[in-house]
């Protein structure tokens, strides 16, 4: 690994965390955010997604220190925080630091001896977009811990323990699919994940050969998942399971994961609205990630925007989690000549929506979809055209010791 390779966002970072700390850094960890190509609201009710790690993502410069002490600076936020290893407290309130600290506590709790370090980060996934900035941040920051601390740790107990810090420490309780994205997120493919085995497959999405791109459109409207509904959502899931489990003799039912499309038609009486609808919504939605995992094998790319569309469709009516604004965007986006398919991506309730489109029809998207979208809204909508990238990486200092990730 050397020096030269470095991005100049990678090397101003190093000279930010040089000046500020008046020593240099011993390595870089880089986590990306990701988008949802489909799988929404699947990964808590123990089912699948199929997200892709996007070349958006928030960079850890660190250097371990040789007492307890941890020293966090935020370039975004012109901020610093510190801590003592001994003696993590959550802070008041929504701010940035309690993911470095909920990291480092959740590390120790599980048992990893780490050892005090001073980071600077930086990030460029857009926050409240719905493209999972606290997961990238999370999973940057246990890099940047576990490699300081020279541990060995494997890459689902990473994602496992960036979830748990953000639902244990910050106090949301999202599933687990961003954080496994961050860590086992690879380049030109999206990530089947079964989220009750955390079995992963990488799978081709060849959009070169396409001709396609990843756009993803955002709203201009923030969500924070705290405010959400999402916690309801979950709620809503787990009724809708102790119901079932006692209609449905077929098998035992853990989760919605366990239930058929023709087991919920046969028992959809049995189930008060709306969670009927909600159940529907994760059942379909299971079925249609796997119907995309081989829609994209076999490079049908009609079936792949029908199902994005199903998708979107199934958010707006059965589970409510879509906005006016996400289905404009969608709307817009379907009416547009070279479009493959379009949905919200997220949590919902604002952020974005993902949009496969073939590579000319970029300049005409900005131009009839996002511009009509801001003249009728006048929301700041903005667009991504996002690459698909490995999951958390070190770099190390071209004059430190080599420190790498499991993957690299
Ligand atoms: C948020 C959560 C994820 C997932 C999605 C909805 O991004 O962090 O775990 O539940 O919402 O699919």
């Not at 003696?87 to 599980?110: C, T």
């Not at 001709?211 to 993803?216: S, Y």
């Not at 405010?227 to 809503?236: G, I, L, P, T």
Request: with cysteine; charged share 25%; glycine share 8%.
């Amino acid at each position: 690994m050397n020096a030269a390779a470095r991005t100049r966002r990678e090397r101003t970072l190093a000279r930010n965390f040089a000046r500020r700390f008046a020593r240099e850094s011993q390595g870089l960890a880089k986590a990306p955010g990701r988008v949802n190509l489909i799988g929404e609201h699947t990964d808590y009710n123990e089912g699948f997604v199929l997200p892709v790690a996007i070349d958006r993502t928030v960079i850890a410069a660190f250097a371990s220190r040789s007492d307890r002490q941890v020293r966090v600076y935020s370039l975004e936020f012109d901020e610093e925080d510190s801590f003592a290893l001994d003696d993590i407290e959550r802070l008041e309130g929504d701010v940035w630091s309690n993911y470095v600290r909920g990291v480092a506590a959740v590390l120790q709790k599980a048992g990893y001896g780490l050892t005090g370090v001073d980071m600077a980060i930086q990030g460029d996934v857009p926050i409240g977009a719905g493209l999972a900035s606290s997961a990238a941040l999370e999973v940057a920051v246990l890099g940047a811990f576990q490699h300081a601390a020279e541990l060995a740790i494997d890459p689902r107990d990473q994602a496992l323990l960036a979830q748990r810090a953000e639902n244990e420490f910050v106090g949301v309780s999202c599933g687990v699919m961003d954080q496994m994205a961050a860590v086992m997120g690879r380049r030109d493919h999206a990530l089947l994940i079964d989220c009750r085995s955390l079995e992963t497959e990488a799978v081709p999405l060849n959009l070169a050969a396409h001709g396609l791109k990843i756009v993803v459109a955002h709203t201009g409207v923030r969500r924070a998942l705290s405010d959400s509904a999402y916690n309801q959502r979950r709620q809503e899931c787990s009724r809708a399971v102790q119901v079932l489990a006692n209609v449905i003799v077929a098998g035992p039912v853990g989760a919605l994961r366990d239930i058929t499309s023709k087991d919920l038609s046969a028992q959809q009486g049995s189930l008060p609205a709306p969670l009927a609808r909600r159940a529907r919504h994760v059942v379909g939605e299971n079925e249609r990630v796997l119907e995309t995992v081989e829609a994209l094998r076999r490079g049908d790319l009609t079936t792949i925007g029908r199902l994005l569309y199903a998708s979107h469709q199934s958010l707006r009516r059965d589970y409510e989690v879509s906005s006016p604004e996400l289905d404009l965007m969608v709307q817009l986006a379907c009416r547009l000549e070279g479009v493959v398919g379009a949905r919200m991506t997220g949590a919902g309730f604002g952020g974005c929506t993902v949009n496969l489109i073939r590579q000319e029809a970029i300049d005409s998207f900005r131009e009839q979809v996002i511009e009509t979208y801001r003249s009728r809204t006048s929301l700041p909508a903005e667009m991504y055209v996002c690459e698909a990238v490995d999951g958390l990486r070190i770099i190390a200092e071209a004059n430190a010791r080599a420190s790498h990730s499991p993957q690299d």
